[in-house]
């Protein structure tokens, strides 16, 4: 190798270093962002006149456009260069967010531009794991990718009093704005990121559109309990087993599915997950309607349980190998059950009672994410690892939308008001009692089926 060369490349290096900040700046901002408008549903609701129900679907949209994008993404990086993927992914963030701030009035227009910024968001979040594995040396990946750990567990902290600090005191639309800040980053990730040339890839568009109309019909079947909607639902699921059972190229083959334990611990990761941000998506409406908070105190009480779930979630590894993938499991998930069943039962009697609950509810979910994910991939073989993880990411992301779509739905219900209970006599007291103890029975489910048919062999 030519001296020049050996230059080149040590210039090469020393600019991929720079690049790495600057893309782990770009996938926290990206990460407030998004949480940032998880825990305005309440006021935006309020200012559109319009049921739970409705409101749920800048969330559950926004959270499969993540899950999906996340797919894409990945694809689209073995033939198109991250530099270029990720200059589009703030084009669309910014499009979106300009998009919702001028027509702030229209709730149908601020969904659609939140779908369009949360595909740009999608990119952040998927290619920074792709250009670390990429372009670092293996003994230095291990503590980059710790970063992103941290750094999501960071941004969950930051968005939350983000969104309800500028909701309470600017207005939520003001959030939009804050998304340009993304903007800046642009011109150090076209002087930093190589320019690669792309080595052809493939994108099963087909696939992952039927895997979104399958989230979208059963979404829209939980909302509105309309049997055409059931059926599509359906014949989406038939026609993807189809697919994928004809076409070599589908993003994922029909042999997973041919896999009893990976389609079963799959299956109980997708119902527990549903519980997940259901709890989330429902926390600022239960405070403020039952003791009168508004969105920034809201969003001081979810500290402790963010910052709690983030050294549990490091710790999660050890945890694991010290008792073993089942019992991690099986006791995160009877935590996740105690903790939405304290709220359920003890609904008014002291916000302190939801710190204490939400603190639980999240250390179990970060316990649980390591040991459930290394059980279901450890079911497939080493070389289709990759797949397995992408496809068990979408469908928690698809997970969480639907469970935001049914405590939506639950929450319009007027029979869930009925005083099941006895002891609590205020309608809308029973109303997050009763929600609160069904996603408690649905946790519960969750680690029944666990323990029959994987925990106790």
């Given at each position: ?260 334990r990976f389609v079963t611990l799959l299956a109980v990761a997708f119902v527990i997950y549903t519980v997940q941000l259901a709890y ?158 069904i996603l408690s029975l649905i946790s519960a489910f969750s680690l029944v089926v666990y323990w029959g048919l994987v925990g106790r062999?």
């Amino acid at each position: 190798m030519t001296t020049s060369s050996l230059n080149k490349a040590g210039v090469q290096d020393v600019t991929i270093k720079k690049a790495v900040p600057v893309l782990l700046l770009l996938f926290v901002l990206c990460l407030v962002i998004d949480n940032s408008f998880k825990i305005i549903s309440v006021d935006m609701a309020k200012d559109f006149g319009i049921s739970a129900t409705t409101v749920s679907w800048q969330s559950t949209l926004a959270g499969l456009v993540i899950g999906i994008g996340a797919v894409v993404y990945a694809a689209l990086a073995d033939s198109i260069s991250i530099r270029r993927l990720l200059s589009i992914g703030i084009i669309l963030i910014c499009a979106g967010s300009l998009m919702g701030y001028v027509f702030q009035h229209s709730f149908t227009l601020v969904v659609i531009a939140r779908i369009i910024q949360t595909a740009g968001l999608a990119a952040a979040e998927t290619l920074y794991v792709i250009f670390v594995t990429k372009h670092l040396p293996e003994k230095e990946q291990k503590k980059f990718l710790g970063f992103s750990t941290s750094s999501y567990a960071l941004s969950l902290v930051i968005g939350s009093l983000t969104g309800g600090y500028v909701s309470t005191y600017l207005h939520w639309t003001s959030l939009f704005l804050v998304a340009l800040i993304t903007i800046i980053l642009l011109p150090f990730i076209l002087k930093y990121l190589p320019k690669e040339k792309g080595k052809g890839g493939y994108v099963d568009v087909i696939g992952l559109f039927l895997v979104g109309v399958i989230a979208a019909f059963l979404m829209l079947y939980i909302s509105g309990f309309n049997w055409i909607y059931l059926f599509v639902f359906i014949a989406a699921i038939l026609l993807f087993l189809a697919y994928i059972s004809k076409n070599s190229k589908a993003f994922i083959g029909i042999s997973f599915f041919k896999n009893k334990r990976f389609v079963t611990l799959l299956a109980v990761a997708f119902v527990i997950y549903t519980v997940q941000l259901a709890y989330i998506f429902l926390f600022p409406f239960l405070l403020e309607n039952i003791y009168g908070m508004k969105l920034d105190t809201i969003s001081l009480l979810l500290i402790p349980a963010y910052v709690l779930s983030a050294t549990v979630g490091a710790l999660s590894g050890k945890v694991a190998q010290f008792l073993g993938s089942k019992q991690s499991i099986i006791t995160a998930m009877a935590g996740i059950t105690v903790s939405v069943l304290l709220g359920g039962l003890f609904v008014q009697s002291s916000v302190v009672v939801f710190v204490i609950s939400m603190i639980l509810f999240s250390c179990s979910f970060a316990l649980m994410y390591a040991p459930m994910i290394d059980s279901c991939v450890s079911t497939i073989a080493k070389e289709n690892s990759g797949t397995a993880v992408g496809f068990y990411n979408l469908v928690l992301n698809v997970a969480a939308s639907i469970g935001i779509a049914y405590t939506a739905a639950m929450m319009d219900s007027p029979s869930m008001k009925n005083n099941f209970l006895g002891y609590i006599h205020l309608a809308n007291a029973s109303l997050y009692s009763n929600i609160l103890l069904i996603l408690s029975l649905i946790s519960a489910f969750s680690l029944v089926v666990y323990w029959g048919l994987v925990g106790r062999k």
